[in-house]
């Protein structure tokens, strides 16, 4: 297991160039078949951000560079989900030196917060939680500088070309979309109704969305750097709307904000590596739950069978409460990962389980330490690879947008745990935010053999170890993978369960004692993973797009 943090200086680009990489046509995941490439690979939330991607690799970006125009375009064409007001959690592999590194772009709270005014007695302290006083420092512009400041070949400007059109010229919305929209029209401010809707209401399915203001907020970020967001016209113009609107968030947060790289986690599961994000995020209790199922014969047990999912519901039950009694700030009260992540606790742990019971879920007596999000992942020619996630907390994150920026402020302090007042997951001045994503790599020989991820909030870290297990455990491909049904613990006592787990299954489980919840869908993942040939290139690349979503994942044939 590793888990020290290493913090690297990003201010002196490294551009390479190299010869171009020429994509002649694409292979897309149809049903249940698996998008295959023996040139790199995009799975994304939205196919207008997967052909972004694409297009960056047929110019011979790398997998970094496709990763910051794929994560621009879907701040145009998913603007609920994520963007430059946002934060979220970066697994890259650089496949020159064989390393895996966690970028983390969830920065720090702000430093005049107070976080009493989302607790009683503070009148109207639940809805604090959703607006402008729930604004933490963005860092993804900052992230996405330094993963091309360390690793990009293409120019910093080329990387936004697709936003900028898709912005500025505008994209047919889905149903989905004009639902989104319309869900949080009336929290909008004048301006952003302006461009969201037209005579007042807002736009429908068919319409175009235009957003010229993130447009020129992308050229201006092409123009000076992430500092236009952290510092420059963009920061000041952020600062004006939360001094305003009464939020915490200043421009002296977002001037001192820096996108900080980090050493990995990783455990053994059956013979693979499995790595994720170290702390601040919150990536370890997935480890956790891989960690005790490892305790049982997963094979045996069957693939969403009655013994396997109370297995696996009282495993994540118990991995859900050690998030909350051990997750805080690695500079503050870090986890005790060496205990949590020790095969002598998951077999203690395993052992308590009643095989023929649910026991109810009690919080932990002491504490430690979104469903609105998007994950994508990126793999090239070369075998570099990018699994992230990022996010503004709810759909359109605070409903605050700066005037004339086009761009969303997120409300991530809405995810710290509020109650006991001074938990080590409570909002504190300065400390770091504790995102709860997963991006996932499962490991072979020193090489991403699997990258993953979902969106989800708090089932996560539930479905990313499900899909884990159908890879290893069950030998599914990746698009199988993430199709499979899903279950999830569900506070405060709850077990979530898809409706593709047959009927006769979720009705043993209640038998046992589980409170079944159906769910239609639990996240949105995608994911790839890369064959590799006999002197360790990569020869062939697979990838899977959630069905729960409307994503696409393709690659590029010769």
Known sequence: MRGLKRRINVATAVVLQFAALTFVGCAEAQDNSPAESPLGMVSTAHPLATEAGLNVLHRGGSAFDAAVAIAAALNVVEPAMSGMGGYGTIMVFDAESGQSRFLNPSGRMPLSLDSDVFRAPTPNFRQNRRGAKAVSTPGNANAWEAMWQEYGKLEWAELFEEAIQLAGEGFVLSEDDAATIEYGFDDFPDHAKAFYGKEGRPLEAGDRLVQRDLANSFRLVTEQGARAVHGGLIGEAIDAAMREAGGFLALEDLEKNVAEWWEPIEIDYRGYTIMTASPPANSWPA?????????????????????????????????????????????????????????????????????????????????????????????????????????????????????GTGIWLNNSLAYCTFEPKGNPMDAFPGRHKLSGDVPLFIMQDGRPWVAIGTPGGHTIAQTVPQMVMNMIDFGMDIQSAIAAARVSFLEPDALGVERGVPEEVRDALAAMGHNITPRRGLGNAHGLAIEYGPDGTPVRFHGGSDPRGRGAAKGGEM
Do not use: C
């Not at 994540?316 to 606790?345: C, I, N, Q």
């Not at 308590?352 to 026991?359: G, L, V």
């Open 287 to 403: 480890l956790v739950r891989l960690g005790m199922m490892s305790e049982f014969d997963v094979a045996a047990l069957g693939h969403n069978t009655v013994e396997f999912l109370h297995r696996y519901a009282e495993v994540t039950k118990h991995a859900f409460w050690t998030r909350l009694r051990w997750a805080g700030d690695p500079d503050v009260v870090p986890p005790p990962l060496e205990m949590l992540l020790s095969a002598e606790y998951w077999g203690e742990q395993v052992s308590a389980i009643d095989p023929e019971r649910a026991t109810p879920f009690q919080p932990p007596s002491q504490f430690g330490g979104e469903q609105h999000t998007t994950h994508f992942v990126v793999a090239d020619r070369w075998g570099n690879v990018v699994s992230a996630t990022q996010t503004l907390g709810n759909a359109f994150g605070s409903r605050i947008m700066a005037e």
